[in-house]
């Protein structure tokens, strides 16, 4: 095979990626093409190779050659990284077709290159198409099961790239969540983790359909928004969304004035933060009462919320309109009665508050049992 020529060169071009290309022509004389491939998907991610057309080279000259021993999903992704080497969508979209045509049999690689040849539309500007692809590809993954994880991270990060760039914060929101979830964070570079944690947050804030903050602070790559002290402002006011606290609100947006002001997104939002702020006070306050106990008056949903008396109704309207919560108003005696508040991820501090409900659920379920065990159950239920 020839193959190895192209190997030889890069290993006079860039002298500390000897060692690993050794261990491909190990590999490679030795027919290992499983341990091979593995071998090659790290080794296309070095960033000596990233610039030029050293990945391009590479599959040409030499996973060519052993296309027919290796994984078609392996084979996909060895092509994806070597098209983004091509100048030009065109140059770029029929690399990837020659594979598809000549080569790919398995239905799960042909979605994944499918994916790359949508991603690189969208990329050069042809929205509409890449939408068409994204469409039908969404079609196929819902009527396929068990697919390579590649296959859905790769699907869910150009998804939200296509929401993004119609600002569409729900839905890019909702398919990056799909993406953290189908992909290790060490598959996701350092620029990758503060741009999606960037980009994340501030859709979390802006969209007036997602209230469930602790769902995202939880995510791991969050750590980026609070390591980079560009960005922890933007951690800092999803933790005070997440805490329904009005006061701290009122603060974070006199101390952070100039940098909310300054990102476009948030400065077109402004109203939307100040109602939503309050929204998540009202659901604070629910959610830390006792379930038994979910009658609220007016004047404490004020107080919590900063909203006048008139103000209140309309706004646990707008709550249950956007199904937080579900319940009853009684407008003769201005209280609400709450019989379900939407579901929330725990983090520490809710954790706490459960353990708090569930130990006094307990001592009202000791002092049952008590009251049946001296025999005063029928007295004091029946008489």
Same mark, same amino acid.
């Given at each position: @095979? ?10 006079? $071009? ?9 261990? @491909? ?6 027919? #290992? ?7 090659? $998907? ?35 992704? $060895? ?33 994944? #290159? ?16 890449? /939408? %068409? ?10 009527? *396929? ?87 922890? /402002? ?26 909310? %002001? ?33 009658? !609220? ?42 019989? /379900?508040? *939407? ?10 508050? *459960? ?5 006094? /659920? ?9 009251? !049946? ?11």
């Amino acid at each position: @095979m020839q193959g190895t020529h192209v190997l030889d060169k890069q290993a006079s $071009l860039f002298p500390l990626l000897e060692s690993t290309i050794k261990e @491909m022509r190990a590999l490679h004389n030795g027919k #290992l093409w499983y341990q091979l491939s593995m071998v090659l $998907l790290k080794y296309i991610e070095e960033p000596s190779l990233q610039t030029g057309t050293h990945l391009i080279e590479l599959y040409d000259g030499f996973v060519k050659e052993i296309e027919g021993y290796i994984d078609e999903i392996v084979c996909v992704q $060895l092509a994806s990284k070597a098209s983004d080497q091509y100048q030009g969508l065109e140059n770029k979209l029929n690399f990837l077709k020659k594979i598809n045509d000549t080569l790919l049999s398995d239905k799960a690689a042909k979605l994944l #290159l499918r994916t790359k040849m949508a991603s690189h539309k969208l990329s050069h500007g042809n929205v509409d198409d890449a /939408w %068409t692809d994204i469409a039908e590809i969404n079609k196929e993954i819902d009527n *396929m099961s068990d697919l390579d994880s590649i296959v859905y991270s790769d699907y869910y990060y150009l998804a939200s790239a296509y929401y993004k760039t119609k600002a569409n914060y729900e839905e890019f929101y909702k398919n990056s969540l799909q993406y953290l979830a189908y992909t290790h964070e060490s598959k996701i570079s350092a620029e990758q983790k503060r741009q999606i944690s960037v980009d994340m947050g501030i859709a979390c804030l802006v969209s007036d359909r997602i209230y469930n903050f602790s769902e995202l602070l939880e995510q791991p790559v969050l750590r980026t928004l609070k390591e980079i002290p560009e960005h922890s /402002w933007i951690y800092t006011l999803l933790e005070t969304f997440n805490a329904g606290d009005i006061s701290r609100f009122n603060d974070n947006m006199t101390k952070y004035k100039d940098l909310i %002001t300054g990102n476009m997104i948030l400065n077109d939002h402004i109203s939307t933060l100040k109602v939503k702020i309050k929204i998540m006070a009202l659901l604070e306050l629910i959610f830390n009462r006792p379930k038994n106990d979910r009658n !609220v008056n007016f004047d404490t949903i004020a107080k919590v919320t900063g909203l006048k008396l008139a103000e209140v109704e309309p706004l646990v309207i707008k709550a249950m309109s956007k199904q937080l919560l579900k319940g009853t108003i009684d407008q003769v005696d201005q209280k609400v009665k709450v019989t /379900w508040i *939407m579901p929330r991820v725990l983090d520490t501090e809710r954790i706490a508050v *459960m353990k708090k409900k569930l130990d006094s /659920w307990n001592k009202t379920l000791e002092s049952l049992v008590k009251t !049946v065990d001296n025999g005063n159950f029928a007295a004091a239920s029946f008489v």
